[in-house]
T-cell receptor
Framework: AQRVTQPEKLLSVFKGAPVELKCNYS??????LFWYVQYSRQRLQLLLR??SRESIKGFTADLNKGETSFHLKKPFAQEEDSAMYYC????????????FGKGTKLSVIP | DSGVTQTPKHLITATGQRVTLRCSPR?????VYWYQQSLDQGLQFLIQ???????AKGNILERFSAQQFPDLHSELNLSSLELGDSALYFC?????????????FGPGTRLTVL
């Protein structure tokens, strides 16, 4: 069975400090990994996915198959980054199910 | 609004009751997904439909059922409600199944079971 673990429920950092939101997964095949963000009183939205290898709003995430991790990083946190972040896994291969982690609430202190 | 819409926004009901949550997908999207977000379980995938047919089932209880109608809107039916069913229920849509790059979420329906 596939599983996504986000070990931190809450992460507080000061503005300008680096941010790393941890995500570990368990899946025997080759998964597709995503990060979603939910700002206060807004809809859940896709932030980035590992296939595209892009940087969105200064965030990047690298899939490390050896460590089965997909940590989300940003070198300098901004107040507007405060939100709930969810890591998700899609196993592909005809499955349409997304498995989410329980989320990490990022609070950026001014 | 051409985005995903959900009604009602809030729903308060009692244990043992039955409710229906409605979702209208984005214009042109054929696939609808339902998710439950609770404090205990986080965000969980419930069920997915494509052009009226069920395509995937996640952690959906037997007390819950869903369907997608010919006009592509979807309804999630929750029956014999329990306190633990209190959660935010999200709907999302995409053009084709599994296209998460183009999956858009609705604002959610907040269900409170008293």
């Amino acid at each position: 069975a596939q599983r996504v673990t986000q070990p931190e429920k809450l992460l507080s950092v000061f503005k300008g400090a680096p941010v790393e939101l941890k995500c570990n997964y368990s899946y025997s095949g080759s998964p597709e990994l995503f990060w979603y963000v939910q700002y206060s009183r807004q809809r859940l939205q896709l932030l980035l996915r590992h296939i595209s290898r892009e940087s969105i709003k200064g965030f990047t995430a690298d899939l490390n198959k050896g460590e089965t991790s997909f940590h989300l990083k940003k070198p300098f946190a901004q107040e507007e980054d405060s939100a709930m972040y969810y890591c998700a896994l899609h196993s592909g291969a005809g499955s349409y199910q997304l498995t989410f982690g329980k989320g990490t609430k990022l609070s950026v202190i001014p | 609004d051409s985005g995903v819409t959900q009604t009602p926004k809030h729903l308060i009901t009692a244990t043992g009751q039955r409710v229906t949550l409605r979702c209208s997908p984005r214009s042109g999207d054929l696939s609808v997904y339902w998710y439950q977000q609770s404090l205990d379980q986080g965000l969980q995938f419930l069920i997915q439909y494509y052009n009226g047919e069920e395509r995937a089932k996640g952690n959906i209880l037997e007390r819950f059922s869903a369907q997608q109608f010919p006009d592509l809107h979807s309804e999630l039916n929750l029956s014999s409600l329990e306190l633990g069913d209190s959660a935010l229920y999200f709907c999302a849509s995409s053009v084709v199944p599994g296209n998460y790059n183009e999956q858009f979420f609705g604002p959610g329906t907040r269900l409170t079971v008293l």
